[in-house]
């Protein structure tokens, strides 16, 4: 999802604050967004994105505040699997999009299938067939389904049936 694309402009890449002296102030969600894309392409080769996430899916603003050149007042959270970014109102998706993402990872490992309903053209996820496995502990409130890329998991449904 996030591209690890080199800039060529010639903005300076050091920032000219340390986080204690990083100014405290209101952040978008889109300004977020453009600051974990500043942080991956100087990201070194190795080390992945999930650096950034926190324990508890919160973002470390200790690595993000330099792209940002600030402190953000308010908590964001990032999926661990889809790398996705919420705000606070809506943090639980975060956490059920990587409950969910590695208990598709182990059934289909198990059984060599995706866990969707029998002839479901939009490949909506079956929390039954997942349950019956043992690999969920909870159904979440939103319903996911599986994309063709990598077989992640995304809350949006498609818009137009396979075909």
């Known amino acids: 999802m996030w591209g690890r694309k080199k800039r060529n402009n010639k903005k300076k890449d050091t920032h000219q604050y340390s986080n204690d002296e990083l100014p405290k102030r209101d952040v978008s969600i889109h300004e977020v967004r ?3 894309q500043r942080f991956t392409s100087h990201l070194p080769n ?18 993000l505040s330099p792209y940002l050149d600030a402190t953000p007042n308010e908590t964001y959270y990032m ?6 970014v919420f705000d606070e109102k809506d943090k639980q998706l975060a956490f059920d999009l990587d409950h969910i993402q590695q ?3 182990r059934y289909m490992k198990q059984t060599n299938e995706l866990p969707i309903i029998d002839g479901d ?3 909506k996820v079956n929390y039954f067939k997942l349950e019956r496995l043992g690999l969920i502990s909870y159904r979440p409130e939103f319903t ?12 949006e449904a498609p818009s137009s049936k396979k075909g």
């Open 34 to 36: 453009q600051a974990i």
């Open 121 to 123: 053209p939009y490949n």
């Open 144 to 155: 996911f389904y599986i994309t063709d890329e990598e077989y992640l998991i995304t809350y």
């Open 79 to 84: 999926s661990k699997e889809t790398y996705e």
């Open 46 to 63: 190795g080390v992945e994105l999930q650096t950034i996430i926190n324990e508890d899916n919160t973002i470390n603003y200790e690595l």
């Open 103 to 105: 208990a598709i990872d």
